[in-house]
């Protein structure tokens, strides 16, 4: 099977296991319960669930590209509540006050469907939901506590919601360019540092390893975000399920501000180079490997 065909095998099958994990829409609150769904299941590349299957297999290291059933008890809970902390974002991230977008995956964003109030409780309860989500899983309870704490932080105010907070502040403003690798670090980076240690901690990978992984998910958000820039002035409105140019339209300083083109896609591959190497100091997995490569030239 090529690399094409097998990422898209994995990527229905996880959207087969995430869907086990949503919650059913009924009850007086089922309009919140729709409008999460809503969220989650509107397509997406399911790359940080990818990342933490993946890095938990290139840490198990047995030989197996795949898992078995006791491991995906332990592993599938974290990789729908990522989705659902990544999916929560992006519910807020559209809403009037963030970016005010009304469509995000080729749909209307969720506030755009369901109001802006049930979008933000929508957003609310889908990051809460994660956690117990997470609670879910069989991992032996020392690695589960450690992997909730990566989640919670690398989520949270010192994770994805410091970067966002630093990037609408700066929004219309001219971030330096210190700045600007604070916001990419935190606001795409951290949700991708926390998939790559919590496949290595369920794995019982070490400290070191896991410290390894980190750094090795933070030079792929670097290259994920600023792949997102040039995309939001290359790709065209369907091959992104959102509108093109809305960085520039919402005078946003960007990589492309400060490195031009050339630069900024000569970063991508850099950055995206220095994650394989410390991947391959930890061991070997091709899926991984072609996943990472295949981000540099992503066109959505
Ligand atoms: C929900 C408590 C709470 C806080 C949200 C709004 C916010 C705080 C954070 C925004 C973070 C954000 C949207 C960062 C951009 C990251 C990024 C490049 C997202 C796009 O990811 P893809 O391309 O999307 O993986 P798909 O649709 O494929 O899943």
Not at 76 to 83: G, H, I, S, T
Not at 198 to 222: N, S
Request: aromatic content about 8%; some cysteine; glycine content about 8%.
């Amino acid at each position: 099977m090529d690399f094409k065909e097998s990422l898209r095998e994995k990527t229905s099958r996880i959207n087969r296991e995430i869907s086990e994990y949503l919650p059913p829409e009924t009850g007086f609150q089922k309009t919140i319960l729709a409008a999460c769904n809503y969220s989650v299941i509107n397509g997406g590349k399911r790359l940080r669930p990818l990342l933490m299957q993946y890095a938990y297999i290139l840490c198990r290291n047995n030989g197996s590209e795949e898992l078995g059933p006791e491991e995906k008890t332990a592993v599938v809970p974290f990789m729908a509540a990522m989705e659902m902390i990544h999916s929560s974002s992006l519910v807020h991230d559209d809403l009037p006050c963030m970016d005010n977008d009304v469509l995000r995956r080729g749909v209307p964003s969720t506030w755009a469907k369901f109001g802006e109030d049930m979008g933000t409780l929508a957003g609310d309860g889908l990051m809460l939901y994660a956690f117990e989500t997470a609670c879910k899983s069989t991992a032996e309870p020392g690695k589960a506590m450690k992997c909730l704490g990566v989640l919670a932080r690398k989520s949270g105010l010192f994770g994805m919601v410091g970067g966002q907070t630093v990037d609408v502040e700066l929004t219309g403003k001219r971030p330096d360019k210190e700045q600007l690798e604070f916001i990419y670090k935190y606001k795409t980076g951290a949700l991708i540092e926390a998939s790559l240690m919590i496949g290595a901690i369920l794995a019982g990978a070490d400290e070191a390893v896991t410290k390894k992984l980190e750094e090795a998910a933070a030079c792929v958000g670097m290259a994920f975000q600023i792949q997102d820039d040039i995309l939001d002035v290359t790709a065209t409105e369907s091959e992104l399920g959102k509108p093109i140019g809305s960085d520039s339209c919402k005078g946003k300083v960007t990589w492309l501000t400060y490195y031009g083109m050339e630069q900024s896609e000569r970063d991508v591959s850099a950055y995206t180079e220095k994650a394989l190497d410390i991947i391959r100091q930890i061991g070997s997995c091709r899926f991984l490997e072609e996943l990472l490569i295949s981000l540099i030239g992503r066109r959505s």
